[in-house]
């Protein structure tokens, strides 16, 4: 199970120690380095599990697990006391304080491992919270090695097909620092982008302060926009990423990312924190080789191969690559088509997103289709009420191609 962490420690060492081990297991990992940090991110993040060391500056890690208790929002999170070497009193502390276990520092790498599975399974077999159950929205990720595959248009046309076709909160966020197209895309001129955000530490990062940072799109779509010029790029670290991935999610019922071409440490993150991933993949070489690399490192993070959709964009006709060929090469076949489409870079160069233009064409209509069958099981479950043109446009299609998935959900 990929579960979010959090670590409360004055010790950076041991944040890094055991935050790598958890790491490696898949999980998402974050940290605060005293007590009044760790309190406001548990409440923020709701973490699945805190590791709370019990000697820190201020208030100690008794205090800390005593208010955990106490409030509502945090107070059934597991908690993993970090004491001394052999210090009964403190275990003894720990426990009586509300924790649920303990680790002696130093500890081994297999215990720490074997602590948090068990924990893990234990809090999902719980019975679940009759009050106030936290929402998830579904983050997705478009993500490509190569550049030039249709990352940008099918996260933004994805982001608007969500918003249009079920008229709920959606948030665009667009992490390609060096000049993101997003706001290109839908005609914006963003007042904030992601650079205001990188001096913020991770505590002073909230609702209020993102949703600050947002910028609105006729569409429905709200944006969080990439720094469109050299001197407004700013580093961001993975943890800042994990942490506006979290709380959007909370707030928004689909998170799109657009994400860039890279391995970075942000990029990891946003892989993590994805329930689903797309993979254009324009018909070439270059492009199917770096598909493979992707391949590998969604592996790394743990995304299985179920949420993982391979989408054939065809960004040219000319000499392009029979898709006999790329399924062979990549030994498996691509989840989705997007047909060769002039229309896409005449919406690009007008800024209005191909789903919302007067003839959206077969690459429009192929991106609306992905947006309706990669919607949330509750939108899949049954029809909207009053079902948007969008829906029904995508219902019809999905009808005529005989789609098993809607026949069965919805009769
Ligand atoms: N299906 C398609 N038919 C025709 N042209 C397409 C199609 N998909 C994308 N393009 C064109 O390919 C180019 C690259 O698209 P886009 O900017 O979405 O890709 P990207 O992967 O985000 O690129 P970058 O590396 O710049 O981030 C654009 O000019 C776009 O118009
Ligand atoms: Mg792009």
Redesign the pocket.
């Known amino acids: 199970m990929k579960a979010k962490i959090l670590i409360v420690d004055d010790d950076p060492t041991a944040v890094e120690t055991t935050g790598d081990v958890l790491t490696v297991g898949g999980h998402q990992v974050f940290s605060a380095d005293n007590g009044e940090d760790g309190l406001r991110l548990a409440e923020e993040l709701r973490p699945d599990l805190i590791f709370l060391d019990v000697k820190m500056p201020g208030m100690d890690g008794f205090e800390v697990c005593r208010r955990l208790r106490e409030n509502p929002k945090t107070s059934r999170v597991p908690i993993i006391m970090l004491t001394g070497q052999s210090s009964m009193e403190e275990k003894v502390k720990g426990l009586e304080c509300g924790a649920d276990d303990y680790l002696t520092k130093p500890f081994q790498r297999v215990e720490l491992e074997a602590r948090v599975k068990v924990l893990l399974r234990r809090a999902a077999d719980r019975p679940p919270e009759k009050t106030e159950a936290a929402f998830s929205g579904k983050t997705i990720a478009v993500y490509?090695l190569?550049?030039?595959?249709?990352?940008?248009?099918?996260?933004?046309n994805l982001a608007v097909g969500l918003a249009q076709l079920f008229g709920c909160p959606t948030v665009l966020v667009d992490l390609?620092s060096s000049g993101g197209?997003s706001s290109l895309?839908l005609n914006i001129s963003p007042r904030y982008t992601w650079a205001d955000l990188a001096d913020k530490p991770l505590p002073g990062i909230d609702d209020e302060l993102i949703a600050s940072l947002l910028s609105q799109h006729a569409s429905g779509v709200s944006l969080l926009a990439a720094p469109r010029t050299f001197k407004m790029a700013a580093h961001l670290t993975g943890q800042q990423v994990s942490m506006v991935l979290s709380l959007l999610s909370r707030r928004y019922h689909y998170v799109v990312l657009?994400l860039?071409?890279d391995y970075s440490e942000t990029t990891l993150a946003a892989l993590k924190a994805s329930h689903e991933v797309i993979l254009?993949l324009a018909p070439e070489l270059a492009s199917v080789a770096t598909l493979k690399a992707a391949l590998e490192a969604l592996e790394e993070q743990g995304v299985s191969q179920d949420h993982i959709r391979v989408a054939l964009?065809?960004?040219?006709v000319r000499n392009a690559l029979d898709p006999k060929v790329i399924a062979e090469a990549l030994q498996r076949e691509a989840n989705l088509v997007?047909?060769?489409?002039?229309e896409?870079?005449n919406?690009?160069n007008l800024g209005t997103p191909l789903i919302l233009g007067a003839s959206p064409g077969p690459?429009g209509d192929a991106i609306e289709d992905l947006a309706f069958q990669i919607s949330s099981e509750e939108h899949q479950k049954q029809p909207p009420a009053q079902p948007s043109k969008a829906w029904q446009r995508a219902h019809r299609r999905a009808e005529q191609r005989g789609h098993k998935g809607l026949r069965r959900l919805f009769g």
């Open positions: 490509s190569r550049g030039g595959t249709g990352v940008s248009t099918v996260a933004t390609v197209q895309m657009d860039p071409h254009p964009n065809q960004t040219f997007i047909p060769f489409a002039p896409v870079v919406s690009i690459a």
